[in-house]
């Protein structure tokens, strides 16, 4: 290998002066054009391959590029093979974790890491194609803060694709965010939006939701798949059920971690004005004479109105705990003017 180390972000690289002629827009000398990041565990066969790849399409684009490896935890020699990449080329940057955290913390240390004006996400097996990423930085340059990968022909054994395909149906009706492929591995954003989102647990399924959520602009477009040549998937069919109990906590924390009384009190008030209006009823029958200790009714009644009173307690504690975690509102500034 031949290629120079680019460490000094200050010294404007002859790339960079080449772009400036070119006209393309990537010309600020202090910033990088793409980060590509990239969470890995024991992909140890797929990662020669991969840097290969990523290096000639990013030369090709004539860019300044920067790749983040991020080893989660892996114990086949994945590590050996990302620390002679980076000694071959600066390029390749490598963050070590101790143990596995998931594929999620490993896209955070990866975003906070990030330099590129523009970050692409790719999985490590060579199942997402490089060679994609042009028309996804095309995307961006449209406007969009979020380009999120469909893989439309996807190779992957049936199991896995029927219930994924019920998961996206169900997010994007519940999100309301209509793309056909919300866990998809590729994926390009604006800088702006890997800083904002909060990736942890294994929310990285849901990262257009959060972007959404915090006023991004999300689109898609149809990408290559491969199937997976070396190594094994990592997750099994446990992914949808905590797919989904994730989901509730996306909707719920980006919905209602402001206002948590909102919900609980709603659904709070509801049952006691249910309850006590049953109650109410079977109260006027007792006065009218009927039996009221044989209707299974009471006890929804009364059922009703000590749930609502409990939903409505939680909320408020929970609004407690709000009032003492955030003192200024959590919001996401585009731009400030002064
Ligand atoms: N991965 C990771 N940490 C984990 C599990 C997975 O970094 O705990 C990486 C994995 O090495 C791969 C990507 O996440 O680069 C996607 O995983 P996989 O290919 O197993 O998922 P699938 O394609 O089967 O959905
Ligand atoms: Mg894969």
Known sequence: MTEERQENPKKPSPESVNQ?????RYNRPSQLDLSVVIPLLNEKDSLPELAEEIKAVCSRMNIRWEVWFIDDGSTDGSFDILRK???????????????????SAALAAGFKQARGKFVVTMDADLQDDPEEIPALLDKLEEGYDLVSGWKKKRYDPITKTIPSKFFNFVTGVLTGIRIHDFNCGLKAYRRDVVKAVNVYGELHRYVPVLAKMAGFTVTEKVVQHHPRKYGKTKFGLSRFLKGFLDLVTVLFTSRYTQRPLHLFGTIGIIFV???????????????????ISNRP????????????????????????ITKSQFNQH?????EILK
């Open 297 to 320: 009714l009471l006890f929804l009644g009364i059922l009703l109105i000590m749930v609502g009173f409990q939903l409505i307690s939680t909320g408020l504690l929970a609004e407690m």
């Open 85 to 103: 990449l980076h000694r071959q080329d600066g390029r390749f940057k490598v963050i070590r974790f101790r143990r596995n955290y998931g594929k």
């Open 273 to 291: 004005v249910l309850g006590l209006g049953i109650n109410a009823y079977l109260t006027y029958m007792w006065i009218m004479g009927y039996p």
């Open 330 to 334: 959590h919001v996401s500034t585009r």
């Open 20 to 24: 400036k002629k070119s006209g393309r």
